[in-house]
């Protein structure tokens, strides 16, 4: 039951990590369109440069979440991949329990007076020309928080999965390709 719960945490990751490219696209594409229009026509666009920011925003918002689940997230590698499976397991399940989820907790219910008093007074850019609804995009940090979180259980239920399914005394070594016979 616990692979069935792993595969649909992955599966959610897997529609957030499709769902940031396209915004990364279409950061990418902002930047350039700012770019071109600053350099060849010497016109440029304040909210354009602030629509950057947040998109950026949102891919580490919720790039930390997909990062977490595809094992890319920071860590001391260099004693991490000495360690067995089942230990690994450990350090991971220990390591989001007691670190990651306190944290996050503590952001997401932090963050909700911040967005709120953004919202009530309906805060814009300062700048001439910048984006309304300011609110909207630090509405982003709770989500992203709140998504974490999410993840954070598929990442437990996962290295469970990963701990009850290696023995002991079973050593991870990555497998090296099998030589080619010789003709």
Do not use: C
């Amino acid at each position: 039951m616990l692979i069935r719960v792993e595969e649909f945490f992955l599966r959610m990751n897997r529609i957030a990590g499709k769902i940031l490219s396209i915004i990364l696209v279409l950061m990418a594409l902002n930047v350039f369109f700012d770019v071109i229009m600053r350099y060849f026509f010497h016109n440029s666009s304040v909210g354009m440069q602030e629509m950057e920011w947040h998109l950026f925003s949102i891919v580490i918002l919720f790039g930390v979440s997909v990062s977490l689940l595809d094992e890319a997230h920071v860590r001391v590698d260099f004693l991490y991949d000495r360690y067995s499976a089942r230990k690994k397991a450990i350090i991971n399940i220990i390591g989001t329990i007691f670190f990651l989820m306190p944290l996050a907790l503590l952001i997401l219910f932090g963050s909700f007076d911040f967005v709120n008093d953004a919202y009530q007074i309906k805060e814009i850019s300062e700048d001439p020309g910048g984006l309304p609804f300011r609110w909207v995009i630090k509405g982003m940090i709770p989500l992203a928080f709140l998504f974490l979180i999410f993840t954070a259980v598929g990442y437990t239920i996962k290295n469970i999965n990963l701990y009850r399914n290696h023995k002991p005394n079973e050593i991870t070594k990555q497998q090296s390709p099998a030589p080619e016979e010789s003709k």
